[in-house]
């Protein structure tokens, strides 16, 4: 019975978004845009940066635009979430790496996140 169950969670976790094995976070067509959004706070000098921009052929970024938190006017170091809208360009699937970091510290990215996206 345990055996049973575990194939039961196990089939379900790898089948959702997944197409031969590979799970992917954005399924789009060739030319459709697709928003990746994440939680930020840019009054503390963090801010999102997509890593791999210079070797994906998959997908294009199209913008990014910041949309703060709703809070009590007057309020300051409200945080919010920056949205990266990207346009799938080719076929194929790529793992879009972004990094969590300031500008000005080098190699110090406070958190990394990975959106695998595929281009039918």
Avoid: H
């Amino acid at each position: 019975m345990k055996k049973a169950i575990i194939i039961v969670l196990a089939t379900g976790l790898f089948s959702c978004n997944s197409q031969k094995g590979i799970q992917t976070d954005y399924e789009v067509n060739k030319n459709e845009t697709f928003e990746v959004i994440l939680k930020s706070n840019p009054t503390t000098g963090y801010s999102w940066k997509w890593v791999k921009n210079q070797s994906s052929k998959l997908v294009d970024s199209v913008s990014t635009s910041y949309t703060q938190d709703k809070a009590e006017s007057g309020m300051v170091g409200v945080g919010g979430k920056e949205i990266w809208k990207f346009k799938g360009k080719e076929s194929g699937v790529d793992t879009l790496v972004f990094e969590y970091a300031r500008s000005w510290e080098k190699n110090t990215a406070a958190e990394t996140k990975k959106v695998v996206v595929r281009v039918k």
